[in-house]
């Protein structure tokens, strides 16, 4: 924590009456006058105190890595610190806070930005599942698990939907994570220039994004990424965003899904499909062409599944699972036979795999480490490549053959690592958009200035997580406390610029019928994280430190 | 001890120091915590997949067989293959540190070349105007944080005046076919002026001070008066004999300096923007890419250890006093 | 214009109070016989430095500095991370200057996440003395006794301190600090420490040089065939003769010290928990100051950098024209 963090316990009067978050409202205005110092609390307090409840560390990132988000953890630490917790915040270099959570589990509160794939079942196996690889708060619901289990393996959508909504439920009540803020990606873009932002569930850098933009008066649009792209071999790719954003527009899929969460089978290769039972699928595809002029076969596609089955590729290693084998039916027909029953097939299959030439990769002993040539970026996408000055720029040039197509001849990539170099050139028209979603201070201003600046705002399934430790913040109430006190609105109004939502539920509204509203709601309140506690039989000592129940 | 001992007898400690080094760095990248998949990997990736991504990066092997790869690897100069872009380590360096020499060598040509230039005038002119001036540029340019300077030329130049490129080291969407393209090496040129200016001008203040140091040492000395008896023109003593003789510590300080500014360009590196070797250095190690991070900074090791190793002998040759026990 | 010479290089410049300690006294307390001769050379020299209007502002704007660090809990008007807020109840971001307009009365305004800057200011002087000074002093020491008994012994001792240096110099600084940061953790005192540990090389290695020249002096040879002992040969005659080298050293550390604490910070490595004027840099950049053209919170740390940084130049600079009398006029 910060050094004088005693003077820091002012209260912070969001702007939550501003906005109209009547939820929080009149308990925020209540804790203006709290002296959160008061030792006895709000509740009565017990005679006896028992153990102190333990120092709680907070990783945090540092400033250059995302300064908002790391003044927003500073400023959580505040918060708790008026309920009696005794905060740690700890800054780590990012590999080293990501390896302490995730591998080590070596903390106790965390929050930095995340999101969950198209396919939201399988993301809420792996992190919430006592199993899961991504669990990392120790989690553990026999219950739950069983429910995760089964809805993997549910075909049937509305049976799978009720699930899904039973365990969103679950969560929000034992809160091992709990959303700060559902980010809706304000992307800035020369508005002269391009029209038609459609919002869909991964964002503004997505396949059904990038084909529905609209350009005029130029051929080439053009944007800007922090950091070098590294490689261009899908199979040795990692899940890097600016990576997904190039293979997006390189590699086609079987199935898209449109900006309501629907499958459209217009938007894929596939043209239709059929689940004769429960572990096989047909995709029937259309005929087109590789950038390299080559037709794309049945061949190609089973060689598609299969060969990320084969080399088990990491990227998909949680999809190769479910993949038995793929055989080619007929010129266009495949059937992919599961190895255990799969739900959601098409998300989580048809929409992530890539179908990549046969005759290129058949012949890569190990895709895996191979270096990035000019054949291995040949796939059968609305863009091909063009050009790559390593560190500095990526180009990708009009497939004029594709079926959906994009609406610009060349779109570049420039690799530019400071923050206010990016904000000039989108005002001097050099770049035509921001795929980086940068939240500062500056987009709000450019905004709200007048000139061809806009932005593209919707919400996606990205959020920032405030996640708990469950082994330290054992006891539920703890943890409900703890969210109770996390300034929600306060995040979004003042450090997001209002580019979010405040969040509640891990399944945000951007997975349409897959969320629900009906999940606990806990208020913004350090009066009511300090009543709850006194209720379940927690007190605080003379330096207003909370202690366990005797 | 012969010269020839000498020179044998260096080269082997040579390559103690650098199988030192190479050692070193592995113990120093192996203790980091965390792993290459740990920065680079989307939150959102499964545990199973970060699990194989490790196993694919050969980072599953008992630690000594590793040791044993990289040592290889090092003898070899092959440094194998980058986690991050699959790319042969070599190739990565052969992309990248041409880059950074560019805008290192531009900036030291002129920072050396004034440098020097003005120290000797001002260690010749001692209590001149001239030589409080310039000493005192030279302090203002080594004092203000060249990342600093950067910036603010960046604002005023860039963004508000706008006569100078805000980032890169080339304009954006054109292709071209060949290194060899004069509109292409025309375009580098106009975006390699504010950086190297800025680097420069931040250089130049440590071969002034020290060569007008060095300048008032040697011309202490005897001989220069004895230059002086026989008649020599002022002119033919300031830059033949003293400064020729002065130009000895510069000689090893610059050698390494040259060095440890490929390292240091980090930080103008960042801020214009230049793709160089100082930006992948420091990436590479907050990626955790171990093949890049161990190859370069072995490289780095290497050459500055053997500038120090030229420099040593030349320093043998260049100061008669100096004997080889 | 050109100097004068006053001294054959064939003496040592602390030859009279090598001859001095003929009094009684002084010949059964040698310590006090020494610390005579230091409280004079030092007077001399503060007597000498004093004349030099530049060192003096020096002196002044350190010794400020200084004031500035030890009473800045006393001077701030608020903590160094001390969340601000408005007559709304929001956070105070952004505010500018009273002079300049601002609301809230703060000296310098506040950053974006609410903190005021003055005291921001006042405070990171703290961390700068801190890592220039400690490492000046280290790096400074360090690197003159490793380079004078490497230069002076000569032979294996040589080999083995330079292949050292050697090793040492193959870490190039910047990116070895960040590494070293990262694997201990972004405090203060690992960076001093790393700092150090990367920084005495280069003195070692010209102090070595110097030291090898000087060896063959006469003066040396002298003492040596009169009988005197290694240390006595490297702390009486050789180490006055480098001492303007240190000090000249011993300032740029406080420059490279200063400047490297700045650049980690810059990447963002800084302690997170004492605000310096790297770190402050470092938040003015993450949120674009200049962009909004918030230059009071761009430029003052830079400022203060450079007058930390160029004060300790002048003063090593003037120390280096009493101890090294070849270069007085």
């Given amino acids: ?550 | 001890m012969g010269r020839a001992q000498f020179v044998v007898r260096r080269t082997l400690q040579l390559i103690v120091t650098l199988w030192a080094v190479a050692t070193a760095l592995f113990l120093l990248f192996r203790s980091m915590p965390g792993d290459p998949t740990t920065y680079i990997v989307d939150p959102s990736l499964s545990g199973e997949a970060r699990e194989r991504l490790i196993e694919s990066y050969g980072l599953n092997e008992p630690l000594h067989v590793q040791y044993m790869i990289y040592i290889q690897d090092v003898a070899t100069l092959s440094f194998g293959q980058s986690f991050h872009s699959n790319r042969a380590v070599r190739d990565i360096i052969a992309l990248y540190l041409p880059r950074t020499l560019l805008l290192m060598l531009t900036a030291f040509f002129f920072a050396y070349l004034i440098g020097i230039t003005v120290g000797i005038i001002a260690g010749w002119r001692r209590n001149s105007d001239f030589e409080r001036r310039s000493v005192f540029i030279a302090l203002i340019a080594r004092s203000f944080p060249d990342f600093w300077v950067g910036l603010i030329v960046l604002w005023i130049f860039g963004a508000w005046l706008d006569v100078i490129p805000m980032s890169g080291m080339r304009s954006g969407g054109i292709q071209y076919d060949s290194y060899w393209n004069v509109e292409l090496w025309l375009d580098t040129i106009w975006h390699l002026i504010a950086p190297a200016a800025v680097l420069g001008f931040y250089l130049m203040g440590y071969p002034l001070l020290l060569m007008r140091n060095s300048m008032l040492e040697v011309l202490s000395q005897d001989f220069i008066e004895v230059c002086r008896a026989r008649g020599l023109k002022e002119r033919s003593i300031m830059f033949k004999h003293a400064a020729r003789n002065a130009l000895l510590p510069i000689v090893t300080a610059g050698a390494v300096a040259l060095g440890y500014a490929v390292g240091g360009s980090v930080l103008i590196e960042t801020v214009f923007g230049w793709p160089g070797m100082g930006r992948e250095m420091v990436n590479a190690v907050l990626r955790r890419d171990y093949p890049v991070a161990q190859g370069t900074f072995f490289i780095f090791a290497m050459t500055v250890i053997l500038l120090n190793f030229i420099a040593d002998l030349a320093y043998g040759f260049l100061d008669p006093r100096v004997t080889y026990d | 214009m050109c100097a004068q010479i006053s001294q054959s290089d064939g003496e040592s410049i602390f030859a009279d109070l090598d001859d001095e300690g003929s009094e009684r006294e002084e010949e059964i307390s040698p310590r006090k016989r020494q610390l005579r001769l230091y409280r004079r050379a030092l007077g001399e020299q503060w007597r000498v430095l004093s004349q030099d209007n530049l060192v003096v502002a020096s002196v002044i704007t350190l010794l400020f500095f200084i004031t500035m660090a030890i009473t800045a809990p006393f001077v701030a008007p608020y903590g160094q991370t001390e969340r601000l807020t408005a007559d709304d109840g929001t956070i105070a971001q952004w505010e500018q200057p009273f002079w300049y307009g601002g609301e809230g009365g703060y000296v310098l305004g506040t950053t974006a996440e609410g903190y005021d800057l003055f005291s921001q200011l006042l405070y990171g002087s703290r961390a700068a003395l801190l890592v220039g000074l400690l490492a000046a002093v280290f790096v400074a020491g360090i690197g003159t006794m490793v380079g004078l008994v490497s230069g002076y012994y000569g032979g294996r001792v040589d080999d083995a301190l330079m292949r050292l240096v050697d090793f040492m110099y193959g870490l190039p600084l910047l990116p070895t600090v960040i590494l070293l940061v990262a694997l201990a953790g972004p405090s203060l005192v690992n960076l001093i420490l790393a700092i150090i540990v990367l920084q005495w090389r280069t003195t070692a290695r010209v102090i070595r040089s110097q030291a090898l020249s000087l060896r063959e002096r006469p003066f040396v040879k002298a003492a040596k065939v009169a009988g005197a002992s290694d240390r006595h040969i490297i702390l009486k005659h050789l180490a006055p003769n480098v001492l303007p080298l240190t000090f000249l050293y011993g300032a740029f550390s406080i420059a490279w010290a200063i400047l490297t604490e700045a650049g980690v910070a810059f990447l963002g490595l800084g302690d997170p928990n004492h605000v310096s004027w790297g770190t402050m840099l470092q938040s003015a950049r993450s949120y674009n100051a200049l962009t909004h053209e918030a230059w009071w919170w761009f430029l003052p740390p830079g400022i203060c950098i450079a007058l930390v940084v160029i004060s300790g130049f002048l003063i090593g600079r003037g120390y280096e024209e009493i101890t090294n009398p070849e270069l007085q006029e």
């Fill in chain 1, 1 to 550: 924590m910060p050094r004088d963090s005693k003077q820091n316990r002012r209260s912070f009067l969001g702007k939550t009456a501003a906005v109209g978050s009547t939820l929080a409202m009149g308990s925020m205005a209540g804790c203006a006058d709290d002296d959160p110092d008061d030792g006895n609390g709000n509740g009565a307090a017990p005679d006896e105190l028992g153990e102190q409840v333990q120092e709680l560390t907070y990783l945090n990132n540092p400033q250059d890595y995302s300064p908002q988000r790391h003044d927003a953890i500073n400023f959580i630490g505040e918060r708790l610190e008026e309920v009696g917790f005794d905060v740690n915040v700890e800054v780590q270099e990012w590999g080293t806070l990501f390896s302490r959570v995730v591998d080590e589990q070596d903390y106790d509160l965390a929050t930095w930005w995340t999101f969950f794939f198209a396919e939201v079942g399988d993301g809420l196996l792996e992190h919430f599942h006592s199993n899961g690889g991504s669990n990392y708060y120790n989690y553990e619901n026999p219950e739950l698990d069983e429910k995760l289990d089964e809805q993997m393996a549910t075909p049937d959508p509305d049976d799978r939907r009720e699930l899904i909504h039973e365990i969103q439920q679950t969560l929000m009540d034992d809160v091992p994570k709990m959303p700060l803020a559902h980010m809706e990606a304000p992307n800035l873009y020369n508005a002269n220039v391009i029209q038609n932002w459609e919002p869909h569930i991964r964002g503004f850098n997505s396949y059904f994004n990038m084909t529905s933009l609209e350009v005029e008066g130029t051929d080439t649009i053009s944007a800007a990424w922090p950091e070098a792209m590294g490689h261009l071999n899908i199979y040795a790719w990692s899940g890097e965003s600016k990576l997904r954003y190039q293979f997006n527009m390189l590699f086609d899929r079987l199935i898209h899904i449109d900006g309501d969460y629907e499958i459209d089978l217009d938007l894929g290769l596939a043209t239709d499909y059929e689940l004769p039972d429960e572990e096989t699928v047909i995709y029937e595809f259309r005929d087109h062409t590789f950038h390299d002029g080559e037709e794309v076969t049945a061949e190609d596609v089973a060689f598609s599944f299969n060969y990320v089955v084969e080399n088990e590729i990491p990227v998909f290693i949680d999809q190769t699972r479910y993949i038995d084998e793929a055989e080619v039916i007929d010129d266009n027909t495949v059937q992919i036979n599961l190895s255990q029953p799969l739900g959601p097939v098409h998300l989580f299959l048809g929409h992530e795999i890539p179908i990549v030439p046969k005759h290129i990769w058949e012949d890569i002993d190990d895709p895996v480490q191979q270096e990035t040539t000019d054949d291995i970026v040949i796939g059968s996408g609305p863009m091909e490549f063009d050009y790559w000055d390593e560190g500095s720029e990526l180009g990708l040039t009009r497939n004029d053959d594709h079926f959906v197509g994009v609406d610009f001849e060349n779109r570049y990539w420039r690799i530019i690592p400071e923050t206010s170099t990016v904000f000039q050139l989108l005002e001097d028209e050099e770049l035509t958009y921001e795929p980086f979603g940068r939240v500062a201070r500056r987009t709000q201003e450019l905004l709200e200035e007048d000139n061809h600046l806009d932005a593209a705002q919707q919400l996606s399934s990205d959020f920032w997580h405030f996640s708990m430790n469950t082994d330290t913040l054992d006891d539920v109430q703890l943890r409900k406390a703890a969210v109770e006190a996390l300034p929600r609105s306060g995040i979004v109004e003042q450090f997001i610029f209002g580019f979010a939502q405040r969040g509640f539920n891990v399944v945000s509204p951007a997975f349409g019928d897959l969320h629900t509203d009906d999940v606990t709601e806990y208020e913004e309140s350090v009066d009511a994280a300090r009543d709850r506690l006194a209720d379940a039989g927690y007190g605080w000592d003379d330096d207003g430190l909370l202690h366990h129940p005797e």
